[in-house]
């Protein structure tokens, strides 16, 4: 046996090195030997490990130098009685590595890839189909030269599950035969239950094996299923430059070992005893991982062997009978085969603690954890990191534990995100902490808790409050006072909106914040900016010289951002009720949009210098009065059950208003007199987040006569796109050369996405993890925002304030909106250009 270990420094690495492995092999072998190179590949479980394999498939299928008319590839495992066709193995490697196989114009004969006939009903036909033709390919081509595997965290190899080979005593000696052979195996840990996988046989007979590892201590996972020490474990010397390391990624200790290496394996220098000294620290560390956290223990399946229900075996521990029933079949595997473990480096400096204080709350289950739970899909954590999860059990007498927490109020919004494998794993790192903020014993407790997972590493703690505003004094009080970790480590804290309700409020929620905390600690969501289109904002204008140019008075007429929902206040009525429209939409969302479409070029790209001139640009902004606002509220928000209550407390109608234009204006040079229009409404016809630069009108006797103006639209939601409106020449035999109509240049963003674009609320939590602080708020950026609608506010909300204008649902709004919009010189047009609604994008 051989062992070697390729330490990734992170999953691009991952990728790198993996896919370079195992190309390499395929190189060496085709440039000594004839013939087809026989390449088996697994899909292992769950959204993390399988979208890692796809990664490395799509990489191997890119890599040049590999004649893959001479591979063929056969499925080690694959899922029988699938819902979806993404679910299934084959679809993993034709989605992968046939699709980059194919897009390098390289041959690869559809022969050459052999895999279960799924189709066939019963499973034991579909196995008996597909052992018959892999039996044919590996008599005729030899057993396979390289064999991919996914160790999971039951041992589990293939789909060769140890629950399954202990539920009845004649299944390890199936799995064991001295045949080549296919199984139908069960699982009733992971998804799709019904499993078919080659036996160990094949596994046993393959030259090499890559077993690719991920997540926490993948080390102890193979010493707790093989037997062999990491000090066994040797780096493969050519891969150790593959890729350059960063200060974010930190380089790994891979030191050889005097392994033998098993045909044609590559020689290795002799170890210092530097290296052997770092090497057993490494081990000291894995055994004292091992303590803390202990691997749980592996229950078995129903079986009519009463025996082998009552057995149980810890991963940590060896069977009494392991040549019968071993903890792993990997331990059978390793004793014959030359192997080589692909494994993420773990982070031993840094612990990293998301602490969400209100995660009892609809904030933290809709959004703030679903985000972290999807930040862990898509391998953007730090591999050291655990969420704790705080609340005041006073304020939530169902909840006790984090079983509590994860049943009662977590479940049902993960689960329809995440694979029972994920779910699972990401549950192990969710710890509880029930606190009181004026409760110094909770919050030592919460303090020892964070200590104690950090391990006496650098102890960098996130915490978030998802938490209703009055209570952001008292929660950084209580985190500087109790929880606070540096100087070993960061604290950063995360602020939801409301950033106060005028510029007085405003001003001394960044007081109470600023008397315990830092600016650069602290990180204030506005999850608008990190949508898609709005991350496109400045490189659409400064990336661009020829398009940023004509953001200028001299080219535009107006500038429109128009925000719409189709829903009302339902659910929300009593915190809509006290904010309205203008605080709760366009003096944050919509305003930042506009300081990203106005703002000049920043000094560079850092943070603070793209903020500096955001600032700048709302200091030149006028404050807005009631001459250029209508204020509306649809028909129907006074029967709403909770706003009857606030009603009758206060004695008359809510004048809270559910739908606001206001028309502004910004005093520089580069759009004086350009009226910016901000439309933000509530039961409106359609959900959609616009933003309009329309461009000013040709004179009347030009070339072409009168034409519809030019427009450049960004469409933020939904369908994220950038189009121009420009006009064209008409086609057809009988147009003449004045004849023009109005086309669409048109950039689909969902086209240059690579998987499944992040959400805001991801984003930005991943943009706090690594310090950056772009896409938030900074204090002085909110109290220009109130200054300008302060004004208006007091007016609207006066003993003497006019009564909002009543709009039907399902509408544009009220009709004094269009009018005010119109007096700007705005214009609507439709597809052909001719004036009025437009049919597709009409704001």
Excluded at 56 to 63: E, K, P, T
Excluded at 243 to 258: G, I, K, V
Excluded at 690 to 708: E, H, T, V, W, Y
């Amino acid at each position: 046996m051989g062992v070697d270990r390729i330490v990734a420094a992170s999953e691009a690495d991952f990728t790198k090195k993996a896919a370079v492995h195992i190309a390499s092999c395929i190189q060496r072998w085709q440039s000594t030997r004839p013939g087809c190179f026989v390449l088996g590949l697994t899909g292992t479980n769950g959204h993390i490990r399988r979208s890692r394999a796809a990664d490395v498939f799509r990489a191997l299928g890119a890599s040049a130098g590999i004649d893959w008319a001479r591979v063929i590839v056969f499925l080690v495992d694959e899922r029988y009685g699938f819902d979806r066709r993404d679910e299934s193995n084959d679809e993993l490697v034709r989605q992968n590595l046939i699709a980059a196989i194919q897009e390098r114009g390289s041959s690869f004969p559809d022969e050459h890839y052999i895999v279960p006939d799924v189709s066939i009903t019963p499973v034991s036909e579909c196995v008996g189909d597909y052992g018959r033709r892999l039996v044919a390919v590996l008599d005729k081509h030899g057993p396979p030269n390289l064999v991919t595997l996914g160790l999971a965290a039951d041992l589990s190899v293939a789909a060769i599950f140890p629950e399954w080979y202990r539920a009845l005593p004649d299944r390890w000696a199936a799995a064991t035969s001295r045949s080549y052979g296919v199984l139908a195996t069960e699982t009733t840990r992971f998804e799709v239950p019904q499993r078919i996988s080659v036996n160990l046989r094949v596994l046993r007979s393959a030259e090499m094996i890559v077993v690719f590892l991920g997540g926490a201590c993948p080390v102890e996972l193979l010493h707790n299923s093989s037997g062999v020490d990491i000090s066994d474990m040797a780096m493969v010397d050519s891969l150790q430059e593959s890729t350059p390391m960063t200060h974010e990624e930190p380089a790994t200790l891979s030191f050889s070992h005097n392994v033998q290496p098993l045909r044609g394996a590559p020689l290795r220098k002799s170890k210092s005893s530097m290296e052997r000294a770092c090497d057993e620290i490494l081990h000291q560390e894995c055994v004292q991982q091992q303590k803390l956290n202990p691997p749980p223990t592996l229950a078995r399946v129903k079986s009519a062997d009463d025996a082998h229900m009552k057995r149980s075996v810890s991963v940590s521990g060896v069977d009494p009978d392991e040549e019968n029933s071993p903890a792993s079949p990997l331990s059978y595997v390793m004793k014959y085969c030359y192997v080589t473990v692909v494994h993420l480096h773990e982070d031993k400096d840094n612990h990293n603690s998301i602490v969400v204080f209100g995660c009892a709350g609809d904030l933290a289950k809709k959004k703030t954890i679903p985000a972290i739970f999807n930040l862990y899909k898509c391998r953007t954590l730090p591999t050291n990191v655990h969420i704790i999860c705080c609340d005041d059990l006073t304020y939530h007498n169902d909840i006790r534990n984090i079983d509590d927490l994860w049943c009662r109020r977590l479940e049902q919004y993960l689960q329809p995100e995440g694979l029972n494998t994920d779910l699972h794993d990401f549950r192990e790192l969710l710890r509880f902490s029930p606190i009181k903020l004026d409760d110094a014993a909770a919050m030592a407790t919460l303090d020892g808790l964070l200590r104690g997972l950090s391990g006496g590493m650098r102890d960098n703690r996130i915490f978030y409050l998802a938490q209703p505003p009055f209570l952001f004094e008292q929660s950084v009080r209580s985190i500087r006072q109790h929880c606070w970790s540096e100087p070993h480590g960061w604290v950063r804290v995360i602020v939801e909106k409301p950033f106060g309700r005028d510029l007085a409020s405003a001003r001394d929620l960044s007081r109470k914040l600023a008397a315990f905390l830092a600016e650069q600690q602290i990180f204030r969501i506005d999850h608008y900016l990190a949508k898609t289109m709005v991350l496109n904002i400045l490189t659409l204008r400064f990336a661009n010289r020829e398009l940023g140019r004509l953001f200028h008075a001299d080219n535009v007429a107006n500038v429109r951002i128009t925000f719409k929902e189709d829903i009302g206040v339902e659910g929300r009525a009593g915190y809509f009720n006290n904010y309205g429209i203008i605080r709760d939409i366009m003096q944050n969302h919509l305003l930042q949009l506009l300081t990203l479409v106005t703002m000049e070029a920043p000094a560079s790209l850092r943070a603070e210098d793209v903020r500096n001139e955001k600032v700048k640009v709302l200091k030149q902004i006028r404050p807005v009065g009631l001459d250029d606002c209508v204020v509306g509220q649809y028909e129907g928000y006074q029967e709403d059950p909770d706003i009857q209550k606030i009603n009758a407390e206060k004695g008359h109608p809510s004048k809270c208003p559910t739908f606001a234009t206001c028309v502004l204006y910004l005093d520089n040079e580069r759009w004086s007199g350009v009226p910016l229009i901000l439309k933000a409404g509530k039961h409106l016809e359609q959900r959609s987040t616009i933003m309009r630069l329309q461009f000013k009108k040709a004179p009347p006797n030009s070339l072409f006569g009168d034409q519809p103006q030019n427009e450049l639209v960004m469409r933020v939601q939904p369908n994220e796109a950038i189009y121009y409106r420009v006009l064209a020449k008409t086609p057809g035999i009988s147009s003449r050369a004045h004849e023009v109509r109005r086309t669409v240049l048109d950039l689909d963003l969902r086209k240059l996405e690579v998987g499944r674009p992040p959400e805001a609320y991801e984003k930005l939590i991943h943009d706090v993890l690594k310090g950056e602080s772009h896409n938030f708020v900074r204090a002085d950026e909110v109290e220009e925002g109130w200054r300008i609608f302060d004004p208006l506010l007091r007016q609207l909300e006066g003993d003497d304030a006019p009564l909002p204008v009543q709009y039907p649902k399902g509408g544009r709004g009220p009709l004094e909106s269009d009018k005010l919009i119109n007096s700007t010189g705005f214009r609507r047009y439709t597809k052909t250009g001719v004036e009025g609604l437009a049919q597709d994008d009409f704001d």
